[in-house]
């Protein structure tokens, strides 16, 4: 099972970014997938799941509402999060990862910062 984050970097507050998960090693359409977040020094959160191919139910952690949108491809077993109005606070790791999580891949950074 190997589920890959990338497209994180450095954006100014207020600009936007959008992550892409590779997936593999599994039966994606049958799995709901989540991003997860870790700040420094903080615990990892969940930040959004989307259901399997067959629910397609989103939810969103409070402080990402309205400016995160969490999407899936199923044909390419990709899963997505488009991030807008990015603030400081939303600088972290960002992990991909069924929901329940198995174990972690390496995540992508993204640093909101002027």
């Known amino acids: 099972v190997q589920l890959q984050a990338s497209g994180g970097g450095l954006v100014q507050p207020g600009g936007s970014l959008r992550l892409s998960c590779v997936t593999s090693?599994?039966?994606?359409?049958?799995?709901?997938i989540g991003w997860f977040r870790q700040a420094p020094g903080k615990e990892r959160e969940g930040v959004a799941c989307?259901?399997?191919?067959?629910?397609?139910?989103?939810y969103y952690t409070e402080s990402v509402k309205g400016r995160f949108t969490i999407s899936r491809d199923n044909s390419q077993k990709k899963v997505y999060l488009r991030m807008n109005s990015l603030a400081p606070e939303d600088t972290a790791v960002y992990y991909c990862?069924?929901?329940?999580?198995?174990?972690w891949g390496q995540g992508t950074l993204v640093t909101v910062s002027s």
């Open positions: 990862n069924t929901n329940p999580p198995g174990q």
């Open positions: 090693g599994f039966n994606f359409d049958y799995y709901a």
């Open positions: 989307i259901g399997s191919s067959a629910d397609d139910n989103t």
